[in-house]
């Protein structure tokens, strides 16, 4: 069982940057596909970026060129560094880790606000 936990988030002017970390309790080394979810007020769950063991990244368009997803794998860590950041990213952000197939995991989310 592993525990994911968000920090970083905060309240930030348009413009600006914010950097989020996920600490993962437990070895992530098995789980093949890491991610970061959205959630604004009123709207869905959508996916923001994610990164493979194989190291390949996946961008939403909306963040293309001003997000980075990286992670340590000695750390436990997942990262998602922001730039450029405008009042429509504003949400609570998830950290997201699972196996394909296998276990599924969700942290429990850090709140992004961006002022214009």
């Known amino acids: 069982q592993v525990q994911l936990v968000e920090s970083g988030g905060g309240l930030v002017q348009a413009g600006g940057s914010l950097r989020l970390s996920c600490a993962a309790s437990?070895?992530?080394?098995?789980?093949?596909?890491m991610g970061w979810y959205r959630q604004a007020p009123g709207k869905q769950r959508e996916f923001v970026a994610l990164?493979?063991?194989?190291?390949?990244?996946n961008y939403a368009d909306s963040v293309r060129g001003r997000f980075t997803i990286s992670r340590d794998y000695a750390k436990n860590t997942l990262y998602l560094q922001m730039y450029s950041l405008k009042p429509e990213d504003t949400a609570v952000y998830y950290c997201?880790?699972?196996?394909?197939?296998?276990?599924?995991?969700w942290g429990q989310g850090t709140q992004v606000t961006v002022s214009s």
């Open positions: 997201n880790m699972r196996a394909t197939p296998g276990p599924n995991y």
């Open positions: 437990g070895s992530i080394f098995s789980l093949n596909i």
């Open positions: 990164i493979t063991r194989g190291d390949t990244t």
